[in-house]
């Protein structure tokens, strides 16, 4: 069982930037895909960015959504267990509750076993 803990939400002007932090609590975190998803209120909840372990080249692999792209980064470190998205440029847009989650499947679009509570991302205009 793999335990999730994002932090690092909260109010910011447009424009402004945020990190999110998801925290695993899992033995060897390594091998996970992980992946930040998003919900707006009233919205069905949507892909933003993953990273993702490629055992063939030895490199992780990380892709984004058309419009966070260039903006949004997302980075891990293992030794820390633990994975961030930057988000820069932030639009009033980006509002929503954002959640992290994990799964050791395969592929570019794998489905997420075990997911985070979440954490509110505010952008004011």
């Known amino acids: 069982q793999v335990q999730l803990v994002e932090s690092g939400g909260g109010l910011v002007q447009a424009g402004g930037s945020l990190r999110l932090s998801c925290a695993a609590s899992v033995r060897t975190f390594s091998g996970y895909t992980v992946g930040w998803f998003r919900q707006a209120a009233g919205k069905e909840r949507e892909f933003v960015a993953a990273?993702?372990?490629?055992?063939?080249?030895?490199?992780?692999?990380?892709n984004y959504a058309d419009t966070v792209n260039g903006r949004f980064t997302i980075s891990r470190d293992n030794a820390k267990n633990t994975v961030w998205l930057q988000m820069n440029s932030l639009k009033p847009e980006d509002t929503a509750v954002y959640y992290c989650a994990a799964t050791l499947r395969v592929g570019v679009r794998p489905d997420y076993d075990y997911w985070g509570q979440g954490t509110q991302v505010t952008v004011s205009s």
């Open positions: 990273i993702r372990w490629e055992s063939g080249n030895e490199y992780y692999y990380t």
